[in-house]
């Protein structure tokens, strides 16, 4: 602790909060959670073995697909720490530095994520709209060149969030909202102006809806493109190679938006229901992708199943 000045005392602890209500029960509800992290972080570096080792999976598509699983295996690592130790361990406490990087990264790996699914729309909009020169667009340099883009865009979006918040003081309150430290969730404990962060925040979150109009764009276009087919079976087929894509789509957004309007709409719902939405968004994409992609990609499949049963015979 140091003096800020004669009345007020900066904090140098905040406190995480778990299931309120079912503090005895988190031993239990830790078990669930173990699985979901040991699932996800074995799912997506499943996909980063296969995709660097496999010869033919050194395509555009599996490419970017390997940038969705690092930022979901990001996504994983940044909020396990803080979580296993609130439910195996019953300790909340974090000291503000370690709060202020655990949300750099959680912010930083979920601004990657959105636009790793924003670039995957393009993707499927070249080769569905313009397959002749897929390849020739979509070279392996120009592909590492975009994903070294967009991650340098990240990281100077989510950078003023720690360091803003290091400049604000904490005299008052200490409890978060949730397993894991965000931005507005820290924010909300100043006891000096957090004006800029108010407005940095929206900044940020309208970023990340103008990657999701941009998606939206992006199918527009390849539903335009996907009519002109006069085969109806050749029309699902190619709307087939945009299944796992779109429910990547949707599992990333849809508890962002729900978690949004339960704020917005529903401010004086349990607490737990908010709880819930916000372990969702950070614990299901993670889990869920490797396993869509897995079933949709018969290339990625059949790998997998040949692993297996390379290890039964």
Known sequence: MFTVNSSETEISTFFLIGIPGMEHAHIWVSIPICLMYLIAILGNCTILFFIKTEPSLHEPMYYFLSMLALSDLGLSLSSLPTMLRIFLFNAPGISPDACFAQEFFIHGFSAMESSVLLIMSFDRFIAICNPLRYTSILTSARVTKIGLAFSFKNVLLILPFPLTLKHLRYCKKTLLSHSYCLHQDVMKLACSDNKVNVIYGLFV??????????????????????????????????????????????????????????????????????IFMADVFLLVPPLMNPIVYCVKSQQIRNMVLGKLCQKHS
């Open 205 to 274: 979150a309208v970023t990340g809806t103008l990657d999701l109009g941009f998606i939206f764009m992006s199918y527009m276009m390849i539903l335009k493109a996907v009519l002109s087919i006069a085969s109806q079976k050749q029309r699902l087929k190619v709307l087939n190679t945009c299944v796992s894509h779109i429910c990547a789509v949707l599992i990333f957004y849809v508890p962002i938006f729900s978690l949004t309007v339960i704020y917005r709409f529903a401010k004086h719902s349990s607490p737990i229901v908010r």
